[in-house]
């Protein structure tokens, strides 16, 4: 299971997808032991043919690598994992032709106004750590400027950060996926449109939202998470005025808050045909 520090505001609900894939592949005749990231980095579970895991902290991901490596198969991907940290993830979607925001790999400790200047990112950019995955709401924030850019990078500084990422601020409405390779599950929605949650809601009362090619963001997701080396997904992107699409991150494994009923059975199938194919 995935340690709490990795779990920013979504504890309960990455337990939940957890559990329910478990229990689907218990109903499937597997046998499942369950473990915290520390009883594995202990050891537990370390014998396993078959490891699926939500792990993120760096010591657990250098053991998913290392049983990886001796056969084990590992869902996701230790290596994927690690691909999805902030800068490498910046770097490998870029260079892969993934639609992703202009963007600055730096030091925390680098003097970096000009850079941006230089950029172009003159309407505003946001600042995110780049060594890790997400721990704090604060390793992801937007600046409206160069200055202000600078000031959240010394504060990544002082908190122990040694890398960032900073990225051109995309205009748009923003949209959450949640994906399953090997599978048609694909799911996604407008976070902040509260309209869609409201019971009985007409349609005149729903927002108005962009068109945009529902097919292409499947495939861009989809080529990403095949890039990247992750089978169970999600992340957010931006819809610009143009109807154009911008990844603006990648997670393995999230939560699957708003449709986790239905992905769980879709996991465990995913991961029995990966049994299989491994067997």
């Given at each position: 299971?995935?340690?709490?520090?990795?779990?920013?505001?979504?504890?309960?609900?990455?337990?939940?997808?957890?559990?329910?894939?478990?229990?689907?592949?218990?109903?499937?005749?597997?046998?499942?032991?369950?473990?915290?990231?520390?009883?594995?980095?202990?050891?537990?579970?370390?014998?396993?043919?078959?490891?699926?895991?939500?792990?993120?902290e760096?010591?657990?991901?250098?053991?998913?690598?290392?049983?990886?490596?001796?056969?084990?198969?590992?869902?996701?991907?230790?290596?994927?994992?690690?691909?999805?940290?902030?800068?490498?993830?910046?770097?490998?979607?870029?260079?892969?032709?993934?639609?992703?925001?202009?963007?600055?790999?730096?030091?925390?400790?680098?003097?970096?106004k000009?850079?941006?200047?230089?950029a172009?990112?003159?309407?505003?950019?946001?600042?995110?750590?780049?060594?890790?995955?997400?721990m704090?709401?604060?390793?992801?924030?937007?600046?409206?400027?160069?200055?202000?850019?600078?000031?959240?990078?010394?504060?990544?500084?002082?908190?122990?950060?040694?890398?960032?990422?900073?990225?051109r601020?995309?205009?748009?409405?923003?949209?959450k996926?949640?994906?399953v390779?090997?599978?048609?599950?694909?799911?996604?929605?407008?976070?902040?449109?509260?309209a869609?949650?409201?019971?009985?809601?007409d349609?005149?009362?729903?927002?108005?939202?962009?068109p945009?090619?529902?097919?292409?963001?499947?495939?861009?997701?989809?080529?990403?998470?095949?890039?990247?080396?992750?089978k169970i997904?999600?992340?957010?992107c931006i819809?610009?005025?143009?109807?154009e699409?911008?990844?603006?991150?990648?997670?393995?494994?999230?939560?699957f808050?708003?449709?986790?009923?239905?992905?769980?059975?879709?996991i465990?199938?995913m991961?029995?045909?990966?049994?299989?194919?491994?067997?």
């Amino acid at each position: 299971m995935r340690a709490g520090t990795f779990s920013p505001n979504h504890i309960g609900n990455d337990a939940a997808i957890f559990n329910i894939v478990a229990e689907q592949l218990r109903k499937r005749g597997c046998e499942v032991n369950t473990y915290s990231e520390e009883q594995f980095v202990q050891g537990a579970g370390n014998d396993a043919r078959i490891i699926l895991n939500m792990c993120r902290e760096p010591r657990s991901l250098a053991l998913l690598q290392k049983l990886e490596d001796r056969g084990a198969l590992v869902i996701n991907s230790g290596y994927g994992i690690e691909n999805c940290t902030r800068e490498r993830m910046t770097r490998i979607l870029i260079g892969s032709g993934i639609p992703y925001p202009d963007s600055l790999m730096v030091n925390t400790d680098e003097v970096v106004k000009d850079r941006i200047a230089k950029a172009g990112f003159n309407n505003g950019c946001w600042v995110k750590r780049g060594d890790l995955h997400t721990m704090h709401r604060e390793d992801v924030s937007y600046a409206r400027h160069a200055q202000e850019a600078q000031e959240i990078l010394q504060e990544y500084f002082l908190r122990g950060m040694k890398r960032a990422v900073i990225s051109r601020h995309i205009e748009g409405e923003m949209i959450k996926f949640y994906g399953v390779t090997g599978s048609n599950f694909f799911y996604w929605f407008y976070p902040f449109d509260r309209a869609q949650s409201r019971i009985g809601a007409d349609q005149a009362a729903k927002p108005v939202h962009t068109p945009f090619d529902v097919e292409s963001l499947k495939q861009i997701c989809a080529k990403a998470a095949d890039i990247l080396d992750v089978k169970i997904y999600g992340g957010d992107c931006i819809i610009t005025r143009e109807g154009e699409i911008r990844i603006i991150d990648f997670d393995d494994w999230p939560s699957f808050a708003p449709c986790r009923t239905e992905a769980g059975p879709v996991i465990a199938r995913m991961i029995m045909n990966e049994i299989k194919k491994h067997a």
